[in-house]
């Protein structure tokens, strides 16, 4: 008997689409759309030279929605695309849109059929599973190898993904795209007789596993890891920090409710209706969300209603410039989609990949020469620590106490504060913007946050 579960290697979108037009003509559902997506992954761990963990997997799903003739919506899943999966999929989904709530009707997106911008996206074939163990277990001899107090990488994996994307519905949208993408991450642990183990790492994103700069990975984590073993305490006050590019945007992404028009619309966001055109940060910040850009390994072309995917500014010249929609916010906003939108019963919507940029502020920062200052490394317990809709946060943090241009590792700490009031805080950028896996960011100075000591 043939496996129609959904499988990358026989989704042709122009077909699977006609078969639904004939099947839903069928049951007479005149409204309906589908959104499908799958991957192959494969995945290794070591432990000392040894292999921990080999894993492969085969991850699918296809949501289905159907419309009945109030305008009611009725959603149910599947992996199976066989005529008699699709035909079953429809029926359940024309039943349910019986119980559709009335007071969320969602439509399509009125640019679910619009061009699509073009993306650079090699696609690379698998190395296969023996030859990510063995660039592992190298990466992690090498890093071993990188300082005596590193004795372990406890927390490593080597990773290579091929998915496919369709979105399909019955006013002609037809989207398809397909990716690969790779990572390695890799995160040490030193221990010196008689002190506290540190720990550090980095990671690395590309859209093949031969592609992965993993002498860079291993560079940085142990650079960071070494750079922590000389700590000490540090006195509870309030200092001005420099945030890493990752830390901030960790900050950004964990406040992004902010942007969010379904959060505001249901009234768990800081922003309101009446926040567009306010200020929010300083006068010479921007922040744009922007899935396309080519540092965004695994960019999507379009989000899961079909709206294509594109840049926004979020915050102009300290302004709130613009929210984050689906179809349904935009229609109660009355403006158009942007292309954040999940798939669902309740249509999610959710940031891509930020950009943070500006000019001006303070000029000259130098993080390596500056005295009494903090440099946050990195941000943790974001989701325990993090109050998105009162904007507070207290979150423990890796980074140095800054003098005379020495920096030195601070041994436990965290930082709290409000984040409208950081973002009026900012006093300037460091250095040109890097790219990391969730974003671009320079260094971020801010003033007067409260640090408070382990001690």
């Given at each position: 008997m043939a496996d129609h579960s959904l499988d990358t290697s026989r989704i042709d979108a122009s077909r699977l689409r006609g078969r639904l037009e004939d099947l839903a003509h069928g049951l007479a559902i005149p409204q309906w759309d589908l959104g499908a997506a799958c991957s192959t992954d494969t995945s290794v761990q070591v432990d000392r030279g040894e292999a921990k963990q080999?894993?492969?997997?085969?991850?699918?799903?296809?949501?289905?929605?159907?419309?009945?003739?109030?305008?009611?919506?009725?959603?149910?899943?599947?992996?199976?695309?066989?005529?008699?999966?699709?035909?079953?999929?429809?029926?359940?989904a024309k039943e349910a849109s019986a119980f559709g709530n009335p007071d969320d009707k969602p439509a399509f997106s009125p640019l679910s059929t619009a061009p699509l911008a073009p993306l650079e996206q090699p696609l690379c074939p698998p190395q296969g599973i023996l030859t990510l163990l063995g660039t592992l277990k190298e990466a992690e001899r090498e890093l071993l190898g990188r300082h005596a107090a590193i004795t372990t990488v406890p927390y490593n994996g080597l990773a290579e993904r091929s998915s496919e994307r369709i979105y399909l519905n019955s006013a002609g949208a037809s989207r398809h795209q397909k990716l690969t993408t790779a990572s390695v991450y890799l995160y040490a642990r030193a221990e010196e007789t008689g002190r506290k183990p540190r720990s550090s790492g980095a990671v690395r994103l590309a859209y093949g596993a031969d592609s992965l700069d993993v002498a860079g990975c291993i560079d940085e984590a142990a650079e960071r890891t070494i750079r922590h073993l000389d700590y000490a305490p540090i006195e509870t006050g309030y200092y001005t920090c420099c945030f890493s590019p990752e830390a901030f945007l960790d900050l950004i992404g964990a406040f992004s409710s902010l942007f969010n028009a379904r959060a505001v619309l249901d009234g768990v966001s800081l922003s309101t209706r009446e926040s567009l055109g306010q200020p929010l940060a300083v006068p010479f910040f921007q922040l744009h969300d922007n899935g396309l850009h080519p540092g965004n390994v695994g960019a999507s072309a379009f989000d899961g209603e079909g709206t294509p995917t594109r840049r926004l500014a979020l915050v102009e010249n300290g302004l709130l410039a613009n929210f984050l929609h689906s179809e349904a916010t935009a229609r109660a906003f009355g403006v158009a989609p942007t292309g954040h939108a999940g798939l669902g019963a309740k249509v999610s919507v959710g940031p891509d990949w930020f950009e943070v940029s500006g000019t001006g502020g303070q000029a000259d920062l130098d993080r390596h020469s500056a005295d009494g200052i903090v440099w946050i490394d990195s941000l943790s317990a974001l989701h325990a620590g993090v109050k998105a809709s009162q904007g507070s946060f207290s979150l423990p943090f890796d980074g140095w106490l800054v003098k005379g241009g020495e920096a030195r590792s601070i041994e436990a700490a965290t930082v709290a504060g409000d984040i409208r009031s950081l973002l009026n805080g900012i006093i300037g950028f460091e250095g040109a913007a890097k790219i990391t896996p969730d974003g671009l960011s320079p260094y971020v100075w801010v003033e007067g946050l409260s640090i408070t000591g382990d001690s």
């Amino acid at each position: 008997m043939a496996d129609h579960s959904l499988d990358t290697s026989r989704i042709d979108a122009s077909r699977l689409r006609g078969r639904l037009e004939d099947l839903a003509h069928g049951l007479a559902i005149p409204q309906w759309d589908l959104g499908a997506a799958c991957s192959t992954d494969t995945s290794v761990q070591v432990d000392r030279g040894e292999a921990k963990q080999l894993k492969g997997a085969q991850r699918s799903s296809i949501t289905v929605r159907v419309w009945n003739g109030d305008g009611l919506v009725g959603i149910t899943s599947t992996s199976d695309l066989s005529d008699g999966g699709l035909a079953r999929a429809l029926a359940s989904a024309k039943e349910a849109s019986a119980f559709g709530n009335p007071d969320d009707k969602p439509a399509f997106s009125p640019l679910s059929t619009a061009p699509l911008a073009p993306l650079e996206q090699p696609l690379c074939p698998p190395q296969g599973i023996l030859t990510l163990l063995g660039t592992l277990k190298e990466a992690e001899r090498e890093l071993l190898g990188r300082h005596a107090a590193i004795t372990t990488v406890p927390y490593n994996g080597l990773a290579e993904r091929s998915s496919e994307r369709i979105y399909l519905n019955s006013a002609g949208a037809s989207r398809h795209q397909k990716l690969t993408t790779a990572s390695v991450y890799l995160y040490a642990r030193a221990e010196e007789t008689g002190r506290k183990p540190r720990s550090s790492g980095a990671v690395r994103l590309a859209y093949g596993a031969d592609s992965l700069d993993v002498a860079g990975c291993i560079d940085e984590a142990a650079e960071r890891t070494i750079r922590h073993l000389d700590y000490a305490p540090i006195e509870t006050g309030y200092y001005t920090c420099c945030f890493s590019p990752e830390a901030f945007l960790d900050l950004i992404g964990a406040f992004s409710s902010l942007f969010n028009a379904r959060a505001v619309l249901d009234g768990v966001s800081l922003s309101t209706r009446e926040s567009l055109g306010q200020p929010l940060a300083v006068p010479f910040f921007q922040l744009h969300d922007n899935g396309l850009h080519p540092g965004n390994v695994g960019a999507s072309a379009f989000d899961g209603e079909g709206t294509p995917t594109r840049r926004l500014a979020l915050v102009e010249n300290g302004l709130l410039a613009n929210f984050l929609h689906s179809e349904a916010t935009a229609r109660a906003f009355g403006v158009a989609p942007t292309g954040h939108a999940g798939l669902g019963a309740k249509v999610s919507v959710g940031p891509d990949w930020f950009e943070v940029s500006g000019t001006g502020g303070q000029a000259d920062l130098d993080r390596h020469s500056a005295d009494g200052i903090v440099w946050i490394d990195s941000l943790s317990a974001l989701h325990a620590g993090v109050k998105a809709s009162q904007g507070s946060f207290s979150l423990p943090f890796d980074g140095w106490l800054v003098k005379g241009g020495e920096a030195r590792s601070i041994e436990a700490a965290t930082v709290a504060g409000d984040i409208r009031s950081l973002l009026n805080g900012i006093i300037g950028f460091e250095g040109a913007a890097k790219i990391t896996p969730d974003g671009l960011s320079p260094y971020v100075w801010v003033e007067g946050l409260s640090i408070t000591g382990d001690s």
